[in-house]
């Protein structure tokens, strides 16, 4: 069973279009990452959270903290055929060492 | 650009051979992390170095796999008598701010 579920799973969009992915747990995280990942190579760390409620801005994408960092969401405005790949959200609980990867959204976004 | 560096990318070998990954951090970055990936999943910890200890292993990590990280600085991941079950991507990552990681590119294992 995965600790973090991510939605959807697959996500085909037109050019322009805006679109939200979500990593979702039943349990509480110290803190939470979002990479992106291209084929064939590793994860781009793009965010890392730790407050809950917290929102921080990465140009055309927003990234938001569940209030009880127990879930957390990507959105992308206007997305850009540069924006396709695997968005991975990961995190920490406590002071674990071990991080938690979701299940992954791959996202293509068409011309 | 001195980001993390993997070595080989692509590793092909028949089952039941030896088979050893080598992962060079970042130079100032002292936690070292390995994670395996197989198709279509988010990868998945297999162990954790800070400087030259290693601090935590996954309990889904088999007595056939074993990592080193010799004077804090280069690790090896060594997975003996492979299976076919062993073939996916074998990233490494180190991070200086703990949840800061940075991966590299990556080694594709194929067991035939």
């Known amino acids: 069973t995965q600790l973090l579920e991510q939605s959807p799973q697959f996500l085909s969009i037109q050019e322009g279009e805006n679109l939200t992915v979500y990593c979702n747990s039943s349990?509480?995280?110290?803190?939470l990452q979002w990479y992106r990942q291209e084929p064939g190579e590793g994860p781009v760390l793009l965010v890392t959270v730790v407050t809950g409620g917290e929102v921080k801005k990465l140009k055309r994408l927003t990234f938001q903290f569940g209030d009880a960092r127990k879930d957390s969401s990507l959105h992308i405005t206007a997305a850009q055929p540069g924006d396709t790949g695997l968005y991975l959200c990961?995190?920490?609980?406590?002071?674990?060492?071990?991080?938690?990867f979701g299940t992954g959204t791959s996202l293509t976004v068409i011309p | 650009d001195t980001g993390v560096s993997q070595d080989p990318r692509h590793k092909i070998t028949k089952r039941g051979q030896n088979v050893t990954f080598r992962c060079d951090p970042i130079s100032e970055h002292n936690r070292l992390y390995w994670y395996r990936q197989t198709l279509g999943q988010g990868p998945e910890f297999l162990t954790y170095?800070?400087?030259?200890?290693?601090?935590?292993k996954s309990r889904l990590l088999s007595d056939r796999f074993s990592a080193e990280r010799p004077k804090g600085s280069f690790s090896t991941l060594e997975i003996q008598r492979t299976e076919q079950g062993d073939s996916a991507m074998y990233l490494c990552?180190?991070?200086?701010?703990?949840?800061?990681?940075?991966f590299g590119p990556g080694t594709r294992l194929t067991v035939t």
């Open positions: 349990s509480v995280f110290s803190s």
């Open positions: 990552a180190s991070s200086l701010i703990f949840y800061e990681q940075y």
């Open positions: 170095f800070q400087n030259e200890a290693q601090l935590e």
């Open positions: 990961a995190g920490q609980r406590g002071t674990g060492n071990q991080f938690y």
